[in-house]
């Protein structure tokens, strides 16, 4: 059983910049797709971006489009979100996720969350 923690959250202005990173155990890693989801404060948790289990393929949803870029390191077991010139609106808790597959990720088929990382961007 993979379990996950989540890192790297913070306060940053609007514009900046901040790196998550999401820590596996177990040595399942490399069998699961991998996800970050966000949950804003009175709203449902939401799909961000994926990537495959081999790393060959990311998936973004519309509104983080060219500023987050999502990536695997199947040697460290670790995930990362990088996020550039976020927008308060991008202000939540993240959470990393692991699932079986992508579509799986997409469709909140999730096999472990991590406890989530605070971000907040201010204006």
């Known amino acids: 059983q993979v379990q996950l923690v989540e890192s790297g959250g913070g306060l940053v202005q609007a514009g900046g910049s901040l790196r998550l990173s999401c820590a596996a155990s177990g040595r399942t890693f490399s069998w699961f797709g991998m996800g970050w989801f966000r949950q804003a404060p009175g709203k449902e948790r939401e799909f961000v971006s994926a990537i495959t289990s081999s790393g060959d393929s990311t998936h973004c949803e519309d509104s983080v489009k060219g500023r987050f870029a999502i990536s695997r390191d199947n040697v460290e077991n670790t995930v990362y979100l990088q996020m550039n010139n976020l927008k308060p609106e991008d202000t939540a808790v993240y959470y990393c996720?692991?699932?079986?597959?992508?579509?799986?990720?997409?469709?909140?088929?999730?096999?472990?969350w991590g406890q989530g990382t605070q971000v907040t961007v201010s204006s």
């Open positions: 996720a692991a699932a079986l597959s992508v579509a799986f990720l997409k469709t909140y088929r999730i096999n472990k």
